[in-house]
């Protein structure tokens, strides 16, 4: 679930358009067990796909965030306007008003629970018409398409969780 709060609203909820955050562990090329972050557009938004793009870049660039700049590290940039919310069974990644709740896999959990960490890549491309969010399948070509990341903010964020 994904809600804006009206306050300091930059960029129209109608030009965002659908947003969905996918969680999965993965290894990196060194062999490394991460837990990633994909947040993107379905490019539904009010002016098209173009649009959308636009809208999330505009969104990312206003939070700070370069694109395709390589790899930002939330923890050395305290004031950023990005955070991770990590309790049992779910948790909540913000970026600037935007709040966008979801349920990770299990596996995911742990592997935050262990690093303290996510490696969030937040893309302004769409993702790809005609197929569905979560499919392991395309979620491996979009994450491996070279131009859909070089356009993407990457962002390595602490998870916070709530303390007793």
């Known amino acids: 679930m994904?809600?804006?709060?009206?306050?300091t609203q930059s960029v129209s909820t109608d030009d965002l358009g659908s947003l969905v955050v996918q969680s999965w562990r993965g290894t990196t090329p060194e062999g490394n067990d991460v837990?990633?972050?994909?947040?993107c557009s379905l490019g539904d938004g009010a002016n098209g796909r173009e649009g959308t793009?636009?809208?999330?870049?505009h969104l990312l660039l206003g939070a700070g965030l370069p694109?395709?700049?390589?790899?930002?590290?939330?923890?050395?940039?305290p004031s950023l306007p990005v955070?991770?919310?990590?309790?049992?069974?779910?948790a909540v990644l913000t970026v600037q008003h935007l709040k966008s709740q979801f349920v990770p896999?299990?596996?995911?959990l742990e592997a935050v629970g262990e690093l303290g960490f996510a490696y969030l890549i937040f893309a302004t491309r769409p993702w790809p018409e005609g197929t569905e969010?979560?499919?392991?399948?395309?979620?491996?070509?979009?994450t491996s398409d070279e131009d859909a990341m070089a356009t993407a903010a990457h962002v390595v964020l602490p998870a916070r969780s709530l303390r007793s």
Do not use: C, H, M, N
């Open 2 to 7: 994904t809600s804006i709060s009206p306050e």
């Open 53 to 57: 793009a636009k809208a999330i870049e």
């Open 67 to 77: 694109l395709g700049e390589g790899l930002v590290d939330a923890a050395q940039r």
């Open 35 to 39: 837990p990633y972050l994909l947040a």
């Open 133 to 142: 969010p979560g499919d392991a399948e395309a979620l491996a070509a979009f």
């Open 83 to 90: 955070s991770l919310l990590v309790v049992p069974g779910s």
């Open 105 to 108: 896999p299990q596996t995911w």
